[in-house]
Structures are given as structure tokens and as C-alpha cells.
């Protein structure tokens, strides 16, 4: 099974600030990567998927990069309503089991 | 938009039993498959299992010994059955879709259903 590692556990910006998070896969996924939000009390959201597609809907703020092992999710300029649990996941190929990150949290500096 | 439905309470050594109305998209569509995904403090985002419209399933090997899948095209629904369960299973519930368009991300989810295993 693939395992996701996050890091940091927990980042603390300022709005306006560059927040810049880390997944790295025990193994290699292509680009087979997505990147969630999720605030209490709401289901994920997707954000990013395939590594470094927005999905629809998602501002250009965000952006996903990375391929293999190590991926980044970036938010430009944190926004008020960025504060969440990010979290990344991933697909291996076959058979198709989906394994989550342990998430990482933004929160007011 | 995608509903979780069930009971918010089951009992040690019972079967949970959860449902998923799937309503604003084409349920039988090519184009996706069908998941649930439950979160607990303990252990996160976990997968469960997927199946697609024409009843082919795939679930997560930790869980697959105990996990059922269906689905009821007549409905636009489809449903999750997890026997056995123990304390370790408390947690919210989230029914959700996979657009083959997308990798393997989920790209929209049920708001979730509280399901606690309790005596």
C-alpha cells in the first residue's frame, strides 16, 4: 500500500502570506495525485487532481506540482477563507485503492 | 448533488448498513464510479470501497472482508453494508464520486453521516 506523508503538520500564516505544503508517497504514483480542503463540519473539496490541475471552480491561487514521489500544493497569497485541513490523496493503479495524507493544517498566524 | 442516508447508531457485532441517492447527474453514466470514504480522529480519510454503475466493485483490501457494495440503477442509489463492526468503525460517513475525467481524485462528495458503533 502507498503511504502518504505530510508535512508540515500544522503552518501558521498571516493573510497575504505564501503557504507551501508537502506530500511525499512511499512509492512512486506518476502524477496520479489530487489535493483536497476541507473546513469542520464540510466534506472535502477537491482542488487539485492529476498533481497539477485545478479543478473546476478552484481560484488561481492554488497550484499543485510535482510528479513521482513528491508533490506541492501552493496557495500565492492566503485568502481568509484558506484556513483548513488540506489533504492529499492518491490512486494506485491496480488494483485502484485510494490512500489519503494525514492532512496538513492552516491556521492564523 | 449526492444524500447519505442510514442509521446514526449501530451496535457492536451488528452490520451497518448506509445508502447514497445520487440526484442533478447521470448516475449510469460511463464517466464515473461511485465511493465511499468514511473519516474517523483515529485514522483519517479512509477509503472503503467504489463500484461502479454496472455493479463492478473494488474495496479497500483492510476492510474488503467485511465490506458489500450495490447499487440500484432504479433508484439512482447505491449502498454500502459493513458487517462486524466494532468501535474502531465510528465515524462520518461520506458517499462521493469519481469523474474518470479527473485521475483518481473524487470531485464531489455527500455533506456525510455521523455512524456511531455503541452498546
Known amino acids: 500500500e502507498v503511504v502518504l506523508t505530510q508535512s508540515p503538520a500544522t503552518l501558521s500564516l498571516s493573510p497575504g502570506e505564501r503557504a507551501t505544503l508537502s506530500c511525499r508517497a512511499s512509492?512512486?504514483?506518476?502524477?496520479?495525485l489530487a489535493w483536497y480542503q476541507q473546513k469542520p463540519g464540510q466534506p472535502p473539496r477537491l482542488l487539485i487532481y492529476?498533481?497539477?490541475n485545478r479543478a473546476t471552480g478552484i481560484p488561481a491561487r492554488f497550484s499543485g506540482s510535482g510528479s513521482g514521489t513528491d508533490f506541492t500544493l501552493t496557495i500565492s497569497s492566503l485568502e481568509p477563507e484558506d484556513y483548513a485541513i488540506y489533504y492529499c490523496?492518491?490512486?494506485?493503479?491496480?488494483?485502484?485503492?485510494?490512500?489519503f495524507g494525514p492532512g496538513t493544517r492552516v491556521d492564523l498566524k | 448533488h449526492l444524500q447519505e442516508s442510514g442509521p446514526g447508531l449501530v451496535k457492536p457485532s451488528e452490520t451497518l448498513s448506509l445508502n447514497c441517492n445520487v440526484s442533478?447527474?447521470?448516475?449510469?453514466?460511463?464517466?464515473?464510479?461511485w465511493a465511499w470514504i468514511r473519516q474517523s480522529p483515529g485514522k483519517g480519510l479512509e477509503w472503503i470501497g467504489t463500484?461502479?454503475?454496472?455493479?463492478?466493485?473494488h474495496y479497500n483490501p483492510s476492510l474488503e472482508s467485511r465490506v458489500t457494495m450495490f447499487v440500484d440503477k432504479s433508484r439512482n442509489q447505491f449502498s454500502l453494508s459493513l458487517s462486524s463492526v466494532a468501535a474502531a468503525d465510528t465515524g462520518v460517513y461520506f458517499c462521493?464520486?469519481?469523474?474518470?475525467?479527473?485521475?483518481?481524485?473524487?470531485?464531489?462528495w455527500g455533506q456525510g453521516t455521523l455512524v456511531s458503533v455503541s452498546s
Open positions: 512509492q512512486s504514483v506518476s502524477t496520479d
Open positions: 490523496q492518491q490512486r494506485s493503479n491496480w488494483p485502484p485503492v485510494f490512500t
Open positions: 462521493a464520486r469519481r469523474e474518470t475525467n479527473f485521475g483518481g481524485s473524487f470531485d464531489h
Open positions: 463500484i461502479y454503475y454496472g455493479g463492478s466493485t
Open positions: 492529476n498533481a497539477s
Open positions: 442533478g447527474v447521470s448516475f449510469s453514466s460511463d464517466s464515473y464510479y
